[in-house]
């Protein structure tokens, strides 16, 4: 009985680094939930710090990986991990009163991905222009209320001013904090993307 021998071709060093940066993005985004302040509006999703781990995913991790993150952690939460606020989990909350802002994550971390690294190659985010790094996140709040409002029109028929008051106006000053954090986070130097 002859044994056959076959070389096995190692993953790529970036690839499992970017993998662990993406799973660790994921998993303190799902550990941000523990700060969640309620909103007392009908169907508003409650204030939590994932939206600053979403700008985090797509300029640090890039548009891909970013991406990635944001759906690891979409899946955790899916089949069973409390992650999503209020430390809730399952499917049904992907379908529930929040989906339109869990669904927009990925998209918005692909959006500030490829905004600031212009493209999927990292880029070094200190010398990134500082315009550019604000346009990408206000983009990225754009696309994370936009969609999240409009669903909330579509799944409570609200008309559109409504959904914007509900969904959109409580949750703006915040978005400006986080948007600074997120900033003052990449410019700081202590986290930069694989490769920079």
């Given at each position: 009985?002859?044994?056959?021998?076959?070389?096995?071709?190692?993953?790529?060093?970036?690839?499992?680094?970017?993998?662990?940066?993406?799973?660790?993005?994921?998993?303190?985004m799902g550990a941000s939930v523990l700060v969640t302040i309620p909103v007392p509006i009908s169907g508003a999703p409650p204030i939590t710090?994932?939206?600053?781990?979403?700008?985090?995913?797509?300029?640090?991790?890039?548009?891909?990986?970013?991406?990635?993150?944001?759906?690891l952690y979409l899946a955790a939460g899916a089949v069973g991990v409390p992650v999503f606020a209020g430390m809730e989990s399952g499917f049904g909350i992907l379908v529930g009163d929040t989906a339109g802002y869990l669904w927009a994550y990925p998209v918005a971390a692909a959006v500030t991905?490829?905004?600031?690294?212009?493209?999927?190659?990292?880029?070094?985010?200190?010398?990134?222009p500082f315009p550019i790094v604000v346009?990408?996140?206000?983009?990225?709040?754009?696309?994370?209320?936009?969609?999240?409002?409009?669903?909330?029109a579509w799944?409570?028929?609200?008309?559109?001013?409504?959904?914007i008051t509900a969904g959109v106006l409580p949750y703006v000053p915040g978005e400006i904090l986080k948007m600074a954090a997120a900033?003052?986070?990449?410019?700081?130097?202590?986290i930069t993307p694989v490769g920079t």
């Open positions: 009985m002859a044994t056959e021998r076959n070389s096995v071709e190692l993953v790529d060093d970036t690839v499992v680094r970017q993998f662990a940066r993406a799973a660790m993005l994921a998993a303190l710090l994932q939206v600053l781990f979403v700008f985090l995913a797509g300029l640090v991790l890039g548009p891909v990986w970013g991406t990635m993150s944001i759906l991905g490829l905004v600031v690294h212009r493209g999927t190659t990292l880029r070094d985010l200190r010398t990134a346009v990408a996140l206000v983009m990225a709040t754009i696309v994370i209320y936009g969609m999240g409002a409009a669903y909330l799944l409570f028929e609200l008309a559109p001013w409504a959904a900033i003052a986070i990449v410019r700081s130097g202590q």
